[in-house]
């Protein structure tokens, strides 16, 4: 211990504590890793090597839940209607072909066409808000139909600018169905569309007023 050889000339037991002293500031550097343990040979031990991986691994795992966590947290504060209903749509998309496009209704997030000639994609606006609408229509004999009364409708607003018109819009208006189905297209006035669409997130749900226009299921 070269460096310590001030201790020399220190009373032996004031040279004993600070050589202790010096032991324990050189443990405390070792551990928070200021300082290389002393080793005997040049290379890590297995066993040493191992529980660095280990502790490594066991790092990114409790990063991923962590994320995992917090992506669960802010879906939780998101808007999916009156008990959840849309919870179980999230990520899904409908479409049906219509004239010269295919519209497709991605749920709780957007609308578009798709030119069957060239391809391209026009987004009819992105999803805002839930409201509810009155309709009066005839349910036609295959049952695809609004009916009449009060309808749960999905308002997608902001889509592509429309030349010599607004931004793309599109109101979807739906009815209770057994099956997710774009059921009509129509488009109101230039770049405003309305989309009719049976789902069975909506059964019993805003269909309890002016239900004479449907049969019982
Ligand atoms: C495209 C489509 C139509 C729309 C016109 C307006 O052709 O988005 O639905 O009416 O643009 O220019």
Redesign the pocket.
């Known amino acids: 211990m070269a460096v310590y050889k001030f201790e020399a000339y220190l009373p032996a037991p004031v040279r004993s504590w600070v050589d202790q002293k010096l032991r324990d500031l050189r443990v405390i550097l070792v551990e928070n890793g200021v300082l290389a343990p002393a080793r005997d040979s040049g290379s890590e031990s297995k066993e040493l090597e191992d529980a660095r991986n280990a502790l490594r691994s066991a790092e990114d795992s409790l990063r991923n839940t962590k994320n995992d966590l917090n992506t669960h947290i802010e879906d939780l504060s998101k808007d999916y209607g009156a008990d959840d209903i849309f919870r179980a749509l999230k990520g899904q998309c409908i479409s049906k072909d219509s004239g010269e496009y295919t519209y497709e209704l991605c749920w709780l997030d957007k609308t578009t066409?798709k030119s069957k000639k060239n391809g391209a994609q026009?987004v009819m606006g992105n999803f805002v808000s839930m409201d509810t609408v009155v309709v009066d229509d005839e349910v036609p004999a295959d049952g695809r139909g609004l009916g009449s009364g009060e309808r749960i409708a999905l308002r997608y607003e902001n889509g592509q600018h429309?030349?010599n018109?607004p931004n793309?819009s599109t109101l979807v208006v739906l009815a209770c169905a057994e099956t997710d189905e774009v059921w009509k297209i129509t488009?109101e006035e230039?770049?405003v569309y309305r989309m009719e669409v049976g789902t069975p997130a909506v059964c019993g749900i805003a269909e309890r007023k002016g239900e004479e226009g449907k049969d019982e299921l």
């Open positions: 066409q026009t429309c030349w018109g793309r488009e230039k770049c």
